[in-house]
């Protein structure tokens, strides 16, 4: 790659606009897509190749000796890319290349701004932080974390990785997550998920923040194949289990996040509303939208939640009566089209699946009268709680 050796002399105010282009976008409902596996310090990880990688949580780095349960996190490479590819890395350069460079960051953050706040919520108190009007003063919040040195030549010098808690989108190894899950003597699924966001550097009230409020997953077509009819009789090391887990949390601890799945196979244009106009007349601008360093995905709500076949084949009798079977298995020919990236409806299906099979518990769940005089029943949507992001176009 050439380098400008003359940028130096350029005057202040280029300078200064070419750093400003450099900065990832920042604009209202624009979100940035980090990536990171979790380390409990009772198991060996098999994503960290050495200690300096993990980033600690609030009471400090995990080891394998630990009695206590500690969590942190690990900035995930991605195996296919053989990159980082979050959106905090779209900074990095910025971060480290010279003092003008993090001085304009700073500022374009207003990192100086938040720091304070997040010392003022800590000597103030956690509690609050329970108020929903002072998070919704608070969404730009950003969060800075000592991360380890980006290369060899570095001199190791550690550089600040950016996250902004409540706008960004955090995809958490969901291997990581179930090996972490899975452990022995754990309280139980739900109330791990909710002490491993608790516990993270940039999500917890040892932070000065709230857990943080969008989670990503990539959608794989084959999830919808040969899927049980009721989800008792799920595999309880699936990804699907780990979503199912995650809406559990969501009731159980009373916590506010919402989940996101990517299909790869849809985009924006392809979406039309029931009269047939394209997306451009139907996704307003005010979707919100996601970005790593290479892709930017859309909210599609529900897409194909309503609007594709129904992706299961049925067995007939010979009487022509649909048999019934445990498991639904996919239309081979939409199935392999799915996993050829043509579009399809499975990851609404799938919402669909999630929906007929958990509202009626968790809406009992959330109705629960924690207090005697409350015994007001609350329904509890899946659909309102995971939605579905295609392609930008």
């Not at 799945?261 to 039309?272: A, E, F, G, P």
Request: hydrophobic residues 35%; charged residues 25%; negative net charge.
């Amino acid at each position: 790659m050439a380098s400008f050796h003359l940028f130096p002399d350029l005057p202040y105010e280029i300078r200064l606009q070419i750093w400003q282009q450099a900065i990832r976008p920042s604009t209202k409902r624009c979100s940035g897509i980090q990536h990171f596996s979790i380390l409990c310090g009772n198991v060996q990880s098999s994503n960290t190749t050495s200690k300096p990688e993990v980033i600690p949580s609030s009471r400090g780095t995990p080891t394998p000796r630990d009695k206590q349960t500690i969590y942190a996190a690990i900035p995930r490479v991605d195996a296919a890319a053989q990159a980082n590819r979050s959106a905090y890395m779209w900074d990095a350069g910025l971060w480290t290349a010279c003092w003008e460079s993090r001085q304009i960051i700073l500022r374009h953050w207003e990192m100086k701004k938040w720091s304070e706040k997040r010392q003022s919520f800590l000597s103030e108190g956690v509690w609050l932080w329970y108020g929903e009007e002072i998070w919704r003063e608070n969404q730009g919040f950003c969060i800075t974390i000592n991360a380890p040195s980006l290369n060899t030549n570095d001199g190791g010098e550690d550089w600040q990785l950016m996250v902004r808690p409540y706008e960004d989108a955090f995809y958490f190894d969901p291997k990581s997550l179930m090996d972490v899950l899975h452990l022995p003597n754990q309280p139980g699924h739900g109330y791990t998920l909710y002490h491993i966001m608790q516990q993270l550097p940039f999500s917890g009230l040892n932070y000065g923040c709230q857990p943080v409020r969008h989670l990503i997953f990539d959608f794989d077509p084959n999830w919808v194949n040969n899927l049980p009819r009721y989800h008792a009789h799920l595999d309880r090391d699936s990804p699907p289990a780990l979503i199912i887990e995650l809406l559990w949390t969501l009731v159980r601890s009373k916590t506010e996040f919402h989940i996101w799945l990517i299909d790869r196979s849809l985009r924006q244009s392809s979406i039309k509303n029931k009269d047939g106009v394209p997306s451009a007349d139907v996704i307003d601008k005010d979707r919100r939208v996601f970005y790593n360093c290479d892709e930017e995905f859309v909210d599609l709500g529900k897409a194909g939640y309503e609007r594709f076949d129904q992706p299961w084949m049925h067995e007939y009798d010979d009487e022509d009566f649909v048999i019934s079977t445990e498991f639904l298995k996919c239309d081979e020919k939409k199935l392999s089209a799915a996993l050829a990236r043509e579009e399809n409806g499975f990851a609404g299906w799938f919402v669909w699946w999630l929906a007929k099979n958990l509202n009626e518990d968790l809406s009992e769940l959330k109705s629960y009268p924690w207090q005697l005089d409350d015994p007001t029943y609350e329904y509890f949507g899946v659909e309102e709680h995971i939605s579905i992001l295609g392609y930008r176009s």
